[in-house]
């Protein structure tokens, strides 16, 4: 009994000298406990190394549901549970394998099947080859140009964009649509210039869809690397004969049950107003999803055990949500906010990482002109940290279907410089992440988090004030 006694007088007096203290030195102090004692690191090193890539349904992923889990529950956390999702289930099967011939030469390929692609038949796909920039190209060339073909979608990612994001935003359409559209033209196949900044001969995948074609009429689709795809583009000019081959062996099963991973610390003055942190557990199978989405996941995960090392008890309730199927399907993040409406809870700021874990620059904020305003007024904070970038702009995809009037979505922002080099391709591993840079986005989150949990963005109406 006595020590229990002292324990609450401890307590006591560590939330009095948090509460005592100023805000530059509360995020000072969270700044030294994730560079000085975090956990992001070696939590990332076994979901990469332990356990490796997640893709949706896979047994992988039940894994790290589970890993992910117990690791929540050693924090202390007020509640950790699990929540049920239905998500699709698609397997890559064996490797596949590319080249094609001119008339003189053989060129092996690297290549990648797409994300909910059909395979192609047992023997592979051989065919003449369509290069376009564009779907209007594609309708300016017309089924008599193209088809029996396979069409080669050769639009780069703007090399002069500052924001990669931005980049990539401007072509992936070809990747996501593209055998959707040029199955209207008689095509049997299609090729996509991987999603990447860099030279390399890394193929990187990545979600695509048919919309409501049949599935008797569905084409298969794949990524070859950029130094491929710029050699085939060179060939194609000198070559009226070339002829491209593929193989690869996916396939699509029947939806399966998986889980999103949510821990919650309960809040001492509105438990009833929720703010969530969070990224995607799941991750495409090429590489370990250490930067997509790794690197959210762990950093999210700290956020709460930085609070609480740090002396933080939230006003607000704060959770943790490890979305699951955010790369093929977003399940995780719509049933989320599908429980939290039918529940009827109050969320009142959600901040997502997935974008590496490279070296945090700042935030983006969904928000109004009146909260954003607010805001800016704590920029001031993090520019000891170099933190920058507080911008009004996009938040995250698993975030997004939680959208109202009453919340602030923000995404944490990472130099982008080098994070295409990884996305969804096999070099997407442990090995590129660095540590101090990971451990420098969790106190970004965190410091973030305090001070929303600490000031609000919204009046907070009455019938929410009802204390544990």
């Known amino acids: ?59 992988n992923a039940q894994k790290a ?18 929540q049920p999702v239905m ?29 909910g692609s059909v395979a192609t038949d047992e023997n592979g796909l051989r065919a003449g080859v369509v290069e376009v920039q564009n779907f209007e190209e594609l309708e300016k060339l017309g089924r008599s140009n193209i088809e029996g073909k396979i069409v080669f979608y050769n639009r780069p990612m703007q090399a002069d964009l500052i924001s990669t994001f931005n980049a990539y935003g401007g072509c992936v359409n070809q990747r996501y649509a593209g055998a959707m559209e040029a199955v209207k033209y008689g095509a049997v196949g299609v090729i996509v210039r991987s999603m990447n900044l860099r030279l390399d001969d890394y193929p990187h995948t990545g979600s695509m869809g048919y919309g409501e074609l049949p599935v008797k009429d569905r084409i298969p689709s794949a990524a070859i690397s950029t130094n491929d795809a710029n050699r085939l583009s060179e060939d194609l000019k000198k070559s009226k004969n070339l002829q491209f081959y593929f193989k690869q062996n996916c396939q699509q099963f029947e939806d399966v049950l998986s889980y999103n991973v949510i821990g919650e ?8 107003e929720y703010i969530v942190v969070g990224g995607h557990l799941d991750s495409w ?5 250490a930067h997509d989405d790794g690197a959210g996941v762990v950093q999210s995960m700290d956020v709460l055990r930085l609070l609480k090392i740090s002396g933080v008890q939230p006003k607000r309730s704060i959770r943790v949500v490890l979305f699951m199927n955010e790369e093929n399907g977003l399940r995780g993040g719509r049933k989320y906010a599908e429980e939290a409406k039918a529940n009827n809870e109050r969320h009142v700021f959600a901040l997502e990482s997935d974008a590496g874990g490279f070296t945090p ?13 607010k805001i800016l007024g704590w920029k001031p904070l993090f520019k000891p940290y170099l933190i920058h970038y507080f911008e009004k702009g996009g938040s995250g995809a698993d975030i997004g279907p939680l959208k109202d009037e009453n919340i602030v979505l923000a995404g944490l922002r990472p130099d982008s410089q080098r994070y295409f080099d990884h996305h969804h391709a096999s070099n997407d591993t442990f090995e590129h992440v660095n540590k101090r840079e990971l451990e420098l986005g969790a106190a970004t989150m965190t410091s973030l988090v305090y001070l929303m949990d600490k000031y609000g963005t919204n009046p907070i109406p009455e019938s929410t004030n009802i204390k544990d």
């Open 361 to 373: 620059r700042g935030f983006s904020f969904d928000c109004s002109d009146v909260v954003f305003s």
């Open 65 to 82: 549901v589970e890993y992910t889990k117990a690791e929540l529950e050693k924090l202390g956390l007020d509640k950790v549970w699990l």
């Open 265 to 272: 610390i309960t809040g001492r003055e509105f438990p009833n």
């Open 285 to 289: 199978d090429l590489g370990d999803g």
């Open 87 to 115: 998500v699709p289930k698609w397997e890559r099967g064996a490797k596949e394998e590319a080249f094609y011939e001119t008339e003189n030469n053989k060129y092996r390929v690297n290549i990648c099947a797409l994300g």
């Open 1 to 59: 009994m006595r020590t229990a006694i002292v324990l609450c007088i401890m307590l006591l007096f560590g939330v009095g000298q948090v509460s005592a203290q100023s805000d530059e030195a509360v995020i000072q102090t969270i700044y030294k406990s994730s560079l000085t004692n975090g956990n992001s690191y070696s939590w990332l090193d076994h979901l990469s190394n332990k356990i490796g890539g997640r893709l949706s349904g896979s047994l």
